[in-house]
């Protein structure tokens, strides 16, 4: 790139696409799209997308993901609906269509539909246990009916754009934390517990968030 100053956004749009094509060659891919960072700007966020309705909806929602607690604030503290914002123009650019804007805002849409349906109210005004109640219904996959599959994809494109815009700013880089870019006088190897339960899973498997891992083989 001709320009010093590359963003966040530049760096990790330029590492996804990296990353996917390794995927593409081994047989595998994963959506990258959510590894951003809104850029720096000096003055309040100018939306791109979102109205002012569908901003407060994602404010509402993205904090009912991640709230604030004894570590870092909450999910809107770090920024995350100027970045979710931000990052759905620019797939709209990048894609030359609108078909991530339009998952998003149709599941918004859904959201309140089914809260005037519940109790005459639109989410964000919906009491916390109901808010939570309605999300209950497509948070879990493998326990979703099949009327809501649509809204459980809507669902988890925006938990991971909530996390990947979280894990990405500075709030959540220190609620991590990120060991990584420091000196170390000397390399003393991993560390031996950690070492052990790497040995031990190595060896027997586990079942993690993905699924089974199978056991490795010599």
Not at 184 to 203: F, H, N, Q, T, Y
């Amino acid at each position: 790139m001709k320009k010093d100053d590359v963003s966040r956004r530049e760096i990790f749009h330029i590492l996804g696409t990296a990353a996917v094509t390794a995927g593409v060659a081994s047989g595998q891919t994963h959506d990258h799209a959510a590894m951003a960072a809104v850029p720096a700007t000096t003055g309040p966020y100018q939306r791109k997308v979102f109205d002012e309705h569908q901003w407060r909806t994602v404010k509402v929602l993205c904090d009912l993901i991640i709230p604030a607690d004894e570590r870092s604030g909450s999910a809107t503290q770090a920024g995350v609906p100027e970045f979710m914002d931000d990052w759905l123009d620019f797939r709209k650019q990048e894609d030359g269509n609108a078909n991530l804007i339009a998952t998003i805002e149709g599941g918004l849409m859904w959201l309140d539909r089914e809260s005037l349906a519940m109790a005459s109210k639109n989410f964000i005004d919906l009491p916390a246990a109901q808010q939570t109640q309605l999300l209950d219904r497509v948070a879990w996959p493998a326990k979703a009916s099949p009327e809501d599959a649509a809204w459980v994809h809507f669902f988890n494109r925006f938990r991971d754009l909530t996390a990947s815009g979280f894990a990405s700013s500075k709030m959540g880089i220190a609620d991590l934390p990120y060991l990584g870019n420091k000196a170390i006088a000397e390399w003393k190897g991993c560390d031996p517990e950690v070492w052990s339960v790497l040995e031990e899973r190595m060896k027997n498997g586990y079942k993690g968030l993905g699924g089974e891992v199978k056991p490795w083989s010599d």
